[in-house]
């Protein structure tokens, strides 16, 4: 009896990680996600938009841009398994120019990838889908999203500061 009591415990580890978080989870993340991203769009000023921090790098709308595009490209095909619907592209020329549109497109992107992973269950998520090269559950396919999206939000921590305004402050909930 202790050698099978034994056996189990040392299973544990792998049967925590072959467990992916639940959808519930991964709903809360980019709810918060799609709030942090919103405050610092509205702690720039309209100003900022076509400021980079140095020469070669993406502008403070360009890297907003890209995060909720990229967010919603990866759990459009990667999670859900369907290319984005054009509607939800708009007009770079309009909106990395002004903020309110920015603020506007962004919000579609994300509300896209909430909406998307609401039509999911556990067991869905759990399915290995493959994408750009390689083969992971789609649980993991929307970590990968949800990490792109905070590494390059947080890249505009100094965007914020070298132009005198204050990032809002991070929360986890």
């Given at each position: 009896m202790r050698r099978l009591a034994l056996v189990g415990l040392l299973m544990l580890p792998s049967l925590a990680r072959a467990q992916g978080p639940s959808r519930l989870a991964?709903?809360?993340d980019w709810r918060h996600q799609q709030k942090l991203i919103l405050a610092v769009i509205d702690s720039?000023?309209?100003?900022?938009?076509?400021?980079?921090?140095t020469r070669g790098v993406r502008s403070?709308?360009?890297q907003i841009q890209h995060i909720g595009s990229v967010a919603a490209a990866i759990v459009g095909l990667a999670v859900v398994g369907q290319p984005l619907p054009r509607e939800l592209e708009g007009d770079t020329a309009v909106y990395?120019?002004?903020?309110?549109?920015?603020?506007a497109q962004t919000d579609r992107y994300l509300s896209f990838v909430v909406t998307s992973l609401e039509t999911l269950t556990d067991e869905e998520l759990a399915r290995d889908q493959p994408f750009a090269g390689g083969t992971m559950p789609k649980w993991r396919w929307n970590l990968t999203a949800l990490q792109h999206s905070a590494w390059t939000l947080g890249q505009l921590v100094p965007y914020l500061r070298m132009n005198n305004r204050i990032p809002p402050e991070f929360t986890p909930f």
């Open positions: 991964l709903l809360e720039a000023t309209p100003g900022m938009l076509d400021f980079r921090a403070f709308a360009e990395l120019h002004d903020k309110g549109r920015l603020r």
